[in-house]
Each structure stands twice: as structure tokens, then as C-alpha cells.
T-cell receptor
């Protein structure tokens, strides 16, 4: 089974509007972390936001927020007031457990295109 | 602060040649990760080190791949002999286990093309 599922291969949004990128995850570990990364066309991976499984509140970082629904095992990224520079691939990733395996498991990504 | 540094940024080689990719993690980070990104398989872990010790190399494709971390500030990923199917972007990332967040910061990647 896929550990991280991103069901939207591509998304379009108008500049200045908000957009939600979906991510669902699968783990039996009670302790885990969820990450979102942005990969622009230049290729680098840029960390955006983190949500821990025990965090009581949804994470926010500037225009990025994470809609964390633990019971549904979803961790959707919300980008408010989209900008042209937000056009990129977005990856959801998970790290399971407090110790041991520290590597990230990535989803297949969503390509976001912001239209003027 | 300097981020994760990778070299070379681009590498074109012929099948059968040895390829060495290099990574300098962020100073103070004690975990280092090598990932590979392809269209077919997406981003996948190859190997990671904690305090210079390899912890999980289950993602290393086969014996042609090897990785070393001789000290806290340097790691190499070697492919010998290289094959066309090794063509991919190879990322190095580092993190610190101090604190709760433990975010992995990625280098710019090495784009490898094996002809």
C-alpha cells in the first residue's frame, strides 16, 4: 500500500486565490511527522511546512497552512493568495517514528500552475 | 549559513564509467540522506547516515552503488559501473536530531545522465 498518496497530478489556480493540495497517508505508528516540499522548475527541494502527529494545532507558515485531519489521515496543504512564483511541483512526505528510520517517504507530487 | 552543497551539479558519462557524487551537509547536522528522483519511481531513499554511520541502505539498488561518509562534513555516492538506467537526479539532504522538528534540508541535486 502507498504510504503517501497525492491524488492530484496537476492543479490550476488563479493568481491571488487560495488552493488546496491533497495528501493522505498510511501508518500504524502513533508518532510521525508530515512535511511539504516545493520543487520549482529549477529542481531544488524547498521545505515549506511541518506537522507532527501530536501537534494540537494545524501548522502555519506565512501563506502556507496545513489542514491536518488525523482521523482521516490527511494533511492537505493550503496556499493562500497564490502568486505566479508558486507554480511548481509540491511533494507531501512522511517520517515515521521518533527513533530509528528517519528517512522520508514521498508522494508522487502535484504540479501546481498559477495563472495570471 | 551555507546550505547542503552537492557536486557536480550535472554529470554526463558513458555506460560503464565510474561516477562519484559528493555532498557537504549543513554544519552541525548529524544525519545525511541520499535520495534519487526519477520520473518512473519519484523520490526514493537510497541510504542514510547518522553520526557518519550508515543506518539504512535498503534503498541502494545493487552492488554497483556504494556510499561513504568518512567525516561529518563529507559524503560520497559512487556508481561503478554506471548504466543508462542510473540516469536521475540525486539529492543529498541533511538534518539534525536535536529538537523535535528534524527537518531535512536538500541540496540542489546532481543531474546524472548515463549514455
Amino acid at each position: 500500500a502507498q504510504k503517501i498518496t497525492q491524488t492530484q497530478p496537476g492543479m490550476f489556480v488563479q493568481e491571488k486565490e487560495a488552493v488546496t493540495l491533497d495528501c493522505t497517508y498510511d501508518t500504524s505508528d502513533p508518532s510521525y511527522g508530515l512535511f511539504w516540499y516545493k520543487q520549482p522548475s529549477s529542481g531544488e527541494m524547498i521545505f515549506l511546512i511541518y506537522q507532527g502527529s501530536y501537534d494540537q494545532q494545524n501548522a502555519t507558515e506565512g501563506r502556507y497552512s496545513l489542514n491536518f485531519q488525523k482521523a482521516r489521515k490527511s494533511a492537505n496543504l493550503v496556499i493562500s493568495a497564490s502568486q505566479l512564483g508558486d507554480s511548481a511541483m509540491y511533494f507531501c512526505a512522511m517520517r515515521e517514528g521518533d527513533t530509528g528510520r528517519r528517512a522520508l517517504t514521498f508522494g508522487s507530487g502535484t504540479r501546481l500552475q498559477v495563472q495570471p | 549559513d551555507a546550505g547542503v552543497i552537492q557536486s557536480p551539479r550535472h554529470e554526463v558519462t558513458e555506460m560503464g564509467q565510474e561516477v562519484t557524487l559528493r555532498c557537504k551537509p549543513i554544519s552541525g547536522h548529524n544525519s545525511l540522506f541520499w535520495y534519487r528522483q526519477t520520473m518512473m519511481r519519484g523520490l526514493e531513499l537510497l541510504i542514510y547516515f547518522n553520526n557518519n554511520v550508515p543506518i539504512d541502505d535498503s534503498g541502494m539498488p545493487e552492488d554497483r552503488f556504494s556510499a561513504k561518509m568518512p567525516n561529518a562534513s563529507f559524503s560520497t555516492l559512487k556508481i561503478q559501473p554506471s548504466e543508462p538506467r542510473d540516469s536521475a537526479v540525486y539529492f543529498c539532504a541533511s538534518s539534525t536530531t536535536q529538537g523535535r522538528l528534524e527537518t531535512q534540508y536538500f541540496g540542489p541535486g546532481t543531474r546524472l545522465l548515463v549514455l
